[in-house]
């Protein structure tokens, strides 16, 4: 076993060195700026970053960061300053059932938090419940209370929107809606599932560039159930301090966006595969005289980008894994009512969804990295210890015995004995371990972790094949290289009669 804290150490001192950092004007201030899981706020997200560099300051942009949640709470936390959100949002989910009517309202419950708001940025992007035309002429469906008549449809909704306080319960409350078949998916595959005939009904946003591209009709809300969603930047109050070059920048951003022309971004983005930058870069050259955005990375450097910061996921949440769940799992061992315990404790935080394990972390420890670490150490600890767990309590009594008779004391008995008997069952839960790590860390993306998940998510989102594989493909590369190296290690730690 002193080889395999050996190998720990190594890897440890590997995946701790900082990767080189990109160098900037220190006497800039750094502007952090979010931006949603969708391809709207990610265009918004890149223009506010042009408008924040332009001002002198050093913008760096957090993408695809989730649902509202996580980023009001990362606003809340400081660990961004800027994100784009939409005034429907602010007073149905951020505020539910608070009752917010009209901009002034939204205004003072947000300054009560810290958090201002921009005027409108010039477009609204409501939401509506949208079917294909195909299927609206079929039904003669023209408004949502027609759907009444038809209990069978099958209806796909955004995740967000099958939970939110302006969504799905309260659509369903104010229409009487009989509908049973409704399922959350993501937002960018529910019109594939619409085009496909596999749902009939989606929530859309109604500057998607989807909408006309699929020939999708929009259901008339003649009960006035959805609120107005203006587009509109929250900021953190003490960012007038720390930027106030930045914060008068943002101005300039008001009113600057017609509905048409948002459309339009999208579907560069969408359909031609157009860098999010280099859209934002055109509108902002041609509005505002801003120059164009930064350029884009090749397809190596983000290669190696993501590699490293996979990597460094998923070896540090393995490293802390093995040095607490070695030791716990041999307290189990030696103490069977303790181990019942521990081993229940390991299984009950197994079957938590990864997803909403990432989610439960971010209270605590924000955004990033560290509730993606903390996440996946969580999952690592049940084979390791288990295995540890198994691995000891199968050794022969009749050996321990024998050491015994010897005179080694109990911890030689466990050092000598005990821990290179039980060697490959525990190197067999690590690599367990490491393996589940590999491919859960994709889902760090998800809260701004970074990793192979980010070309995933970008990739769904955009519709991308191409995209979705230079995460996936690398990811099981991985997930296949790092199980051969704990094969090579086998004969390195376990004991040459113990092998297979």
Known sequence: MNTLWTVVLVVASIVLVPFPACTTDMAAPEVKVGSKKFTESVILGEMVSLVVRNAGAHPVHRRELGGTRVLWNALLKGEIDIYPEYTGTIG????AHRGLHGEDAIRHALARHGIMMTRSLGFNNNYSIGMRKVTCSRLQLHKVSDLVKHPDLKLGFSNEFMDRADGWPGLRKRYG???RSVYGMDHDLAYRGLE???????????????????DITVLEDDLHYFPVYAAVLLYRQDLAERAPLVVAALSRLEGLITASAMIEMNGRAKFKKIPESTISGDFLERKLSIGAGMPEDSVVARFWRYTGEHLYLVGISLIAAIMFSIPVGIVAAKRPKIGQVILGVAGLVQTIPSLALLVFMIPLLGIGGRPAIAALFLYSLLPIV?????????????????????????????????LPMASRTILAGIKTSAVINVGTATLGAL??????????LTGIRLDDIGLIMQGAVPSALLALLVQGVFEFAERFFVPKGLRL
């Open 177 to 179: 809606l009989p509908q």
């Open 447 to 456: 809260i701004g972790a970074g990793g192979y998940g980010q070309p995933i």
């Open 92 to 95: 149905e989910e951020i505020f």
């Open 196 to 214: 496909t005939g596999s749902i009939d009904a989606t929530d859309l946003y109604s500057t998607d560039a989807e909408i006309q591209y699929y």
């Open 386 to 418: 288990r295995n540890t767990y198994v691995g000891i309590r199968d050794i022969p009594s009749d050996i321990r015995e024998s050491a015994e008779a010897l005179g080694l004391p109990g911890w030689a008995v466990l050092r000598l004995v005990e």
